[in-house]
């Protein structure tokens, strides 16, 4: 569905990610790694929000393009959360016969039917988070890209938003970055660890807990597999 080729972004000899080669298809992959690892560099790359280096993104097969949920984000208070979704789809340029229907159905898909008339600014925290990632649903896109979904929700709301992101797994690809490993648990059927720009390991949940050693910082095998890679990388 989406291929790096040699994806480079260096930022003044400052930070440099890549170059990555990777692919990606439907289903759910988690992109992990610490603050500055450069996974909100990626996701802008992938979005075509910045431009690479060197190398490029291809998306192949689809003319969908790509849904993107950024880490930080505004929505405007005082239109309706079906308001935003229909500007939302406008820019995307779906069709005006189509864009009621659409927006009907990502508001049923993250649950928020009942407050389509509502003020964004009534929403609580985890609403808001929910109608994000119904914006990048809306236009139907092939890949969706959701950065740090639950970073500041409480421990009840990340399950709830967890829940919701693999229920839109289906045919669509979804890249989740995130550094909390309960996400990782929750959501993933392949982990891509990154670390100052490089890719440390590319593989499934399983095979991440497998590199766990006993020395290693952490209270799970996940968390010492995750320490041990990047302390290694660190040395």
Avoid at 15 to 38: I, Q
Wanted: with cysteine; charged share 25%.
């Amino acid at each position: 569905m989406i291929r790096l080729e040699g994806l480079t972004r260096s930022f003044d000899g400052r930070f440099t990610l890549g170059p990555l080669s990777l692919e990606f298809g439907t289903g759910v992959t988690c992109v992990v790694g610490p603050n500055g690892a450069g996974k909100t560099t990626l996701f802008g790359l992938i979005a075509g929000l910045d431009r690479p280096t060197s190398g490029r993104v291809v998306i192949e097969g689809s003319v969908r393009g790509v849904g993107f949920l950024p880490q930080v984000f505004r929505l405007p208070p005082r239109a309706t959360c079906r308001q935003f979704l229909e500007y939302v789809a406008w820019l995307h340029k779906v069709p005006k016969a189509s864009r009621g229907g659409r927006v009907d159905r990502v508001l049923e898909a993250v649950g928020l039917e009942d407050r389509a008339g509502r003020p964004i600014g009534e929403l609580s925290g985890g609403m808001v988070r929910r109608l994000g990632i119904a914006q990048a649903l809306v236009h139907d896109p092939a890949l969706v890209l959701l950065d740090e979904p639950t970073a500041g929700l409480d421990p009840v709301q990340r399950v709830v938003l967890r829940d919701l992101v693999g229920s839109l797994a289906g045919e669509r690809g979804i890249l989740v970055s995130t550094h909390l490993v309960e996400d990782i648990r929750g959501l993933a059927e392949r982990v891509v660890v990154l670390n100052q720009g490089e890719v440390l390991f590319d593989g499934s949940v399983a095979e991440l807990q497998a590199l766990a050693v006993p020395d290693t910082p952490g209270g799970s095998d996940l968390e010492r597999a995750l320490s041990r890679l990047i302390l290694q990388e660190g040395r």
